[in-house]
């Protein structure tokens, strides 16, 4: 059973910073592209950042110049760093892998962990 565990959110004041964390195990061969996705209250889970397999990145506008994707293909982890947070950005931040194991390449969630930027 593959599993999704995100770390690293809490509470921090405008203009700090944070990092999380999301970690993948169980059986797995190959993990293509990883992502962040957030919800805020009442509205849509959005795209945050992206990574390819190769290390390719996208960002939302949003967050371009603030956040930084980053992977580590060794300990099947993603990383999300964030910098000058503001109000905006709190919401849950969800990890997005496609993993590829004997049962071919399927997408999994994480459960989440919330950011609260507040003062």
């Known amino acids: 059973q593959v599993q999704l565990v995100e770390s690293g959110g809490g509470l921090v004041q405008p203009g700090e910073a944070l990092r999380l964390s999301c970690k993948a195990s169980g059986f797995i061969l190959n993990i293509n592209d990883m992502a962040w996705y957030r919800q805020a209250p009442g509205k849509n889970r959005d795209l945050v950042a992206r990574?390819?397999?190769?290390?390719?990145?996208n960002y939302a506008d949003s967050v371009k110049g603030r956040f930084t994707i980053s992977r580590d293909n060794a300990k099947n982890t993603v990383y999300l760093q964030m910098h000058s947070l503001k109000p905006e950005d709190t919401a849950v931040y969800s990890c997005y892998a496609v993993i590829v194991n004997a049962l071919g390449a399927m997408a999994y969630w994480g459960k989440g962990t919330l950011v609260t930027v507040s003062s």
């Open positions: 990574i390819g397999s190769g290390g390719s990145t």
